[in-house]
């Protein structure tokens, strides 16, 4: 119980950094201008990345699947993240 307290903290710790990125340099630069919508929506596609990451590795006990499905989910959130940041695909998801 106590291992899974401390990868989930990890995980929300880990997004809290992430989205202090574009916080921060929205301080410094008017280039970055995200609103609380688009800090909601990042930080629930991260969290959901990094505990669809942690499922797959406590679920799966061979690196044989755990290394592709991972990739599979990497690959996943950066077309989403893509998509939603500059619509290549020009779907309405992304506002286009």
Same mark, same amino acid.
């Given at each position: ?18 989205l ?11 280039? *970055? ?6 800090? *909601? ?9 990094g505990?669809?990451?942690?499922? *797959? ?10 290394? &592709?499905?991972?990739i ?19 779907? &309405?998801?992304?506002?286009?």
């Amino acid at each position: 119980m106590i291992m899974k307290n401390k990868r989930l903290i990890a995980i929300v710790l880990t997004v809290a950094v992430i989205l202090l990125i574009p916080f921060i340099a929205m301080q410094f630069t008017n280039e *970055v201008d995200w609103t609380r919508s688009d800090f *909601v929506i990042a930080g629930g596609i991260l969290l959901g990345i990094g505990l669809l990451i942690d499922l *797959v590795l406590r679920k799966l006990s061979t690196s044989k699947y755990k290394v &592709p499905i991972i990739i599979a989910i990497v690959i996943l959130f950066l077309l989403i993240w893509a998509e939603l940041g500059v619509g290549i695909f020009g779907t &309405p998801f992304a506002g286009n």
